[in-house]
């Protein structure tokens, strides 16, 4: 969508109904102005939509992103929203014979989040850290992969063994265009990802008045619901 011709300003906001799960936003590479746009998809900064964060693979320990090579789990769910926050998974027990191992969860922002087994479902204090019962090769599906990595690779970790992830914003509740030194590069920055795929409300507001910097709106629909 093209600013001044497919939408306009409407004072000092830039609204647009559309249709997808993803917005980016391409400006004019000017000097920079010190202009700030505050963002909100449906009245809300996509910092209050759940559906927006995500969380970083619990299996990548830095040096080793396969999970046949770590031993971990590999999905972690939530009761409650997310936050900006980085989780650490520390072993208290692990016992390879009866296939059992104990556990502690912190986070950055939460603190002390309780203890669990691998036997069990478990849900954190905060009800930001959920994670299924069993391996994933039981014949109840689970979020564990500590027992088969040791049974395909004979990876095994002890006690105080750590997995780690973070929990992040797939986009942002304000954004100033910057000068970009090569021209040959589209100024271009995601505004918010991970939507739902349907029909949203997007507006952009100047914090002061609006002008020139913004060129283009662009939508992203996936062909499937």
Same mark, same amino acid.
């Given at each position: 969508?093209?600013?001044?011709?497919?939408?306009?300003?409407?004072?000092?906001?830039?609204?647009?109904?559309?249709?997808?799960?993803?917005?980016?936003?391409?400006?004019?590479?000017?000097?920079?102005?010190?202009?700030?746009?505050?963002?909100?998809?449906?009245?809300?900064?996509?910092?209050?939509?759940?559906?927006?964060?995500?969380?970083?693979?619990?299996?990548?320990?830095?040096?080793?992103?396969?999970?046949? &090579?770590?031993?971990?789990? $590999?999905?972690?769910?939530?009761?409650?929203?997310?936050?900006?926050?980085?989780?650490?998974?520390? %072993?208290?027990?692990?016992? %390879?014979?009866?296939?059992?191992?104990?556990?502690? $969860?912190? &986070?950055?922002?939460?603190?002390?989040?309780?203890?669990?087994?691998?036997?069990?479902?478990?849900?954190?204090?905060?009800?930001?850290?959920?994670?299924? /019962?069993?391996?994933?090769?039981?014949?109840? /599906? &689970?979020?564990?992969?500590?027992?088969?990595?040791?049974?395909?690779?004979?990876?095994?970790?002890?006690?105080?063994?750590?997995?780690?992830?973070?929990? %992040?914003?797939?986009?942002?509740?304000?954004?100033?265009?910057?000068?970009?030194?090569?021209?040959?590069?589209?100024?271009?920055?995601?505004?918010?990802?991970?939507?739902?795929?349907?029909?949203?409300?997007?507006?952009? $507001?100047?914090?002061?008045? /609006?002008?020139?910097?913004?060129?283009?709106?662009? $939508?992203?629909?996936?062909?499937?619901?």
């Amino acid at each position: 969508y093209q600013v001044g011709k497919d939408l306009n300003w409407q004072g000092d906001e830039l609204v647009l109904s559309f249709e997808g799960n993803r917005v980016d936003v391409v400006w004019v590479n000017q000097p920079d102005t010190g202009q700030r746009y505050r963002v909100l998809v449906d009245d809300q900064p996509p910092s209050m939509i759940p559906k927006i964060y995500n969380h970083s693979r619990p299996n990548d320990n830095g040096k080793i992103g396969w999970i046949w &090579g770590v031993g971990a789990p $590999v999905h972690i769910g939530r009761n409650s929203p997310w936050t900006n926050e980085t989780f650490t998974l520390t %072993y208290d027990s692990v016992d %390879y014979v009866n296939r059992y191992f104990t556990f502690e $969860v912190k &986070g950055s922002e939460s603190g002390f989040e309780g203890r669990g087994n691998n036997r069990q479902h478990f849900v954190s204090k905060s009800g930001r850290v959920v994670i299924e /019962a069993n391996e994933v090769n039981d014949s109840i /599906a &689970g979020d564990w992969h500590i027992f088969r990595t040791h049974d395909v690779r004979q990876f095994k970790i002890q006690k105080g063994y750590q997995t780690n992830w973070s929990t %992040y914003l797939m986009g942002m509740d304000e954004f100033t265009p910057e000068t970009n030194v090569d021209p040959t590069v589209e100024n271009q920055t995601t505004l918010f990802k991970g939507l739902p795929n349907g029909r949203h409300a997007l507006k952009i $507001v100047a914090d002061q008045a /609006a002008g020139d910097d913004i060129k283009l709106i662009k $939508v992203y629909r996936p062909m499937l619901d």
